[in-house]
């Protein structure tokens, strides 16, 4: 994307601002679960929920 900030829309500068502060705020904070496993009666429902919603 070779634009300058001008020819933006409002909702693409929006959509790179909140892309920019996602990937900040995730390189800052981290995935606080990262390395823990689910348990299995959590696991279940969760991955039904999933299936279902692919389904829409």
Same mark, same amino acid.
């Given at each position: *994307?070779a634009?300058?900030?001008? =020819? !933006?829309?409002t909702?693409? !500068?929006?959509?790179?601002? %909140?892309? @920019?502060? +996602? =990937?900040?705020?995730?390189e800052?904070? %981290? &995935?606080? &679960? +990262?390395?823990l496993? *689910? $348990?299995? +009666?959590? =696991?279940?429902? /969760? @991955?039904? /929920? +999933?299936?279902?919603?692919? $389904? $829409?």
């Open positions: *994307m634009a300058n900030v001008g =020819q !933006l829309s909702d693409e !500068l929006k959509e790179i601002i %909140g892309s @920019v502060v +996602e =990937q900040k705020l995730e800052i904070l %981290g &995935d606080p &679960d +990262e390395g496993e *689910m $348990r299995t +009666e959590v =696991q279940k429902p /969760t @991955v039904a /929920t +999933e299936k279902g919603c692919r $389904r $829409r």
